[in-house]
């Protein structure tokens, strides 16, 4: 009788550890804050006194912390702005390569604030590598420089706050 408590003590030991290990392969939630700095040429359609804006940035993440995965990762954004009635509303994606290969997705809305300002909502929609099944969402603030080094492009600098987690499989 000695040697079943014996033996049930340690299942019960390996499962206790085992369920800790588990526990600790569901992802926390992070928080990161960040600056993405782009340029890239821009296309517009003037309708009146409205217009649509077309672009396909390229530019960099640097994080406010070394230690944030996504620190120095390149940036792709497609967007689409359009201009109705005075009010601008822009819609878009951005992809991140992380450096180590892996690639982070999101989809972002906002609204124009003024001039050349820009503040809206991103959603993170997926990912590869380590990041497959990253979800999240932040906000951002942008602002594009008032007069771009070449006519006919934009350049500009986002703000961006956001919290994340990667659901790992149990």
Not at 31 to 49: D, E, I, N
Not at 54 to 68: C, I, P, R, W
Not at 105 to 110: N, T
Request: charged content about 20%.
């Amino acid at each position: 009788m000695k040697k079943v408590g014996t033996i049930l003590i340690i299942v019960l030991l390996i499962f206790a550890v085992t369920e800790n290990s588990f526990c600790e392969e569901l992802a926390k939630e992070e928080t990161a804050a960040g600056t993405v700095a782009y340029s890239c040429p821009v296309t517009v359609m003037m309708m009146g006194k409205d217009l649509q804006v077309n672009f396909d940035a390229l530019g960099v993440y640097v994080s406010d912390s070394s230690d944030n995965p996504f620190n120095n990762a390149s940036v792709r954004i497609l967007g689409s702005g359009l201009v109705l009635k005075g009010a601008y509303t822009e819609v878009g994606s951005m992809g991140l390569t992380l450096s180590n290969g892996d690639k982070v997705f999101s989809v972002y809305e906002g609204k124009g604030i003024g001039g050349n300002k820009l503040k809206g909502k991103i959603t993170f929609t997926g990912g590869t590598g380590n990041f497959a099944g990253i979800t999240g969402e932040g906000e951002f603030d942008r602002l594009n420089v008032a007069k771009p080094a070449m006519k006919g492009t934009t350049q500009g600098y986002t703000k961006n706050r956001f919290t994340w987690k990667i659901e790992k499989a149990e």
